[in-house]
């Protein structure tokens, strides 16, 4: 059953809730580049659809999901907790029916519609982060695939503008930091799409510490001292055997004999070589944002010939949002999904895997030790910045794997000011409807 999207109505004017009061100047203490957008007090757009309607339309969308009633509750409670930001993440299929719908106006970002390629997706910061590839190059990247499809490149720079306007909203950074980030989010964009025509990307989508700034420099030098022992000393213990098993708690929990059953169902699918012992196994409730709830299994294996353990995560996948409006697990695409990370140069691990069961796809990736995320509520406006520049040189060097990047290029055609200005509109437009849209639900 597909999710029937919510009408479209007038635009109305911006209802504005922040968590902290709004700056006055900008926080940073050092210089940063001059904003391509002009920052003249824009009046920029509010809500663009009523919310009244949103609760109807998250239980449908919940019920397609098939989970239990704890699932649901968790979900209900992460959502509670985590506030606008937590329901951007929750819920991308919200966000592509508004880009179809009541958005759909405002995400035209240049008088021309962008050319079909293949997208990220779902590329909100929370979805970034390092990890390594098969080669071992430690690389600061987009760290979800799961919603990779095929779109206009529109779809990924609203989704990843929105998101970098509800930090804003978040940290109380006033309208001239928003236009800051968004104009060097498509500035660097631009300019990376269009060296990208003269000189193909690398073949692993990411940056390395070499080229990195700031936050994201820092985050690279922390994950290369991550060691397998740290990442094991977390996740295990030592039992009365004197072998290594999972460290059960409030996170890690024991499978009941359904779960053992799908677990036993799961491992005849992905085939684990025959020098590879399975040492123990577990699952965990509460990760993830749109596929909180969803099951999510975890391997502790030894190859033979190891010296320590390897952890494996086996995570049920959504369906791709570009792709259907039914979220239904069971109608996730697998081959689209394991396409996606050819199409975009995704960093992949030895281990990685997708595999089909009967209540829907699964993937199979390391649990690695090199895997970080910048805890962006710590951000200064000012690394918020360098951040946003970094953003956006990712996102062409995915755009540019998805496509030839000269039709990129010639559809911005030297108009990246324009390109920032709309961006900042729909951005802004967005953050405020997810604002919005969180009171409703728990008012």
């Not at 900008?26 to 391509?36: C, L, M, R």
């Not at 909180?292 to 391997?299: A, M, P, V």
């Amino acid at each position: 059953m597909m999710i029937q999207p919510m009408g479209t109505p007038e635009p109305r004017a911006a209802v504005v809730r922040s968590h902290r009061a709004p700056q006055s100047e900008v926080s940073a203490s050092q210089p940063q580049e001059t904003s391509e957008i002009s920052f003249r007090q824009l009046a920029l757009p509010g809500p663009q659809r009523p919310s009244q309607d949103l609760s109807n339309w998250r239980q449908d969308y919940e019920n397609r999901l098939g989970l239990s009633e704890p699932a649901l509750a968790s979900r209900s409670s992460a959502l509670k907790d985590g506030g606008p930001e937590m329901l951007y993440r929750m819920y991308p299929l919200l966000f592509q029916q508004d880009l179809a719908g009541a958005y759909q106006a405002l995400a035209q970002l240049l008088p021309q519609k962008g050319p079909e390629i293949a997208l990220a997706g779902d590329c909100h910061l929370s979805n970034f982060g390092t990890l390594r590839s098969q080669n071992r190059e430690l690389v600061w990247s987009l760290n979800d695939y799961d919603q990779v499809g095929q779109g206009r490149p529109e779809s990924d720079l609203c989704r990843a503008g929105a998101s970098l306007l509800l930090l804003c909203r978040q940290q109380g950074w006033n309208q001239s930091v928003a236009a800051d980030l968004i104009g060097t989010m498509a500035r660097h964009y631009s300019q990376q799409i269009s060296e990208y025509c003269q000189n193909p990307p690398a073949p692993v989508l990411g940056i390395h510490k070499d080229e990195a700034q700031g936050p994201i420099h820092a985050l690279l030098k922390k994950a290369e001292r991550h060691t397998q022992e740290d990442l094991l000393s977390k996740w295990t213990e030592v039992n009365a055997q004197g072998t290594l098993q999972f460290k059960l708690g409030d996170n890690l929990h024991k499978l009941d004999p359904s779960q053992d059953q799908r677990m036993d169902q799961l491992l005849k699918e992905i085939r684990l070589p025959a020098n590879v012992t399975v040492l123990d196994r577990c699952c965990r409730r509460e990760a993830g944002g749109s596929s909180l709830g969803l099951e999510r299994y975890y391997l502790l294996v030894r190859p033979e010939g190891d010296s320590l353990p390897t952890l494996l995560e086996l995570k049920q996948v959504l369906p791709c949002a570009l792709a259907t409006s039914d979220p239904d697990p069971k109608k996730c695409d697998a081959q689209l999904l394991q396409d996606g990370f050819g199409w975009l140069g995704a960093p992949q691990d030895n281990w990685q895997k997708v595999v089909r069961a009967d209540n829907g796809v699964y993937l199979l990736r390391e649990r690695q030790r090199a895997r970080d995320a910048l805890k962006t509520e710590k951000l200064s406006s000012h690394e918020a910045h360098q951040l946003a520049s970094q953003l956006g040189k990712v996102l062409a060097q995915a755009h540019a794997h998805g496509a030839n990047p000269i039709r990129v290029r010639d559809w911005i055609d030297g108009r990246e000011k324009q390109l920032g200005r709309n961006l900042l509109n729909f951005s802004s437009s967005y953050a405020a409807q997810m604002d919005q849209d969180f009171q409703a639900l728990f008012k």
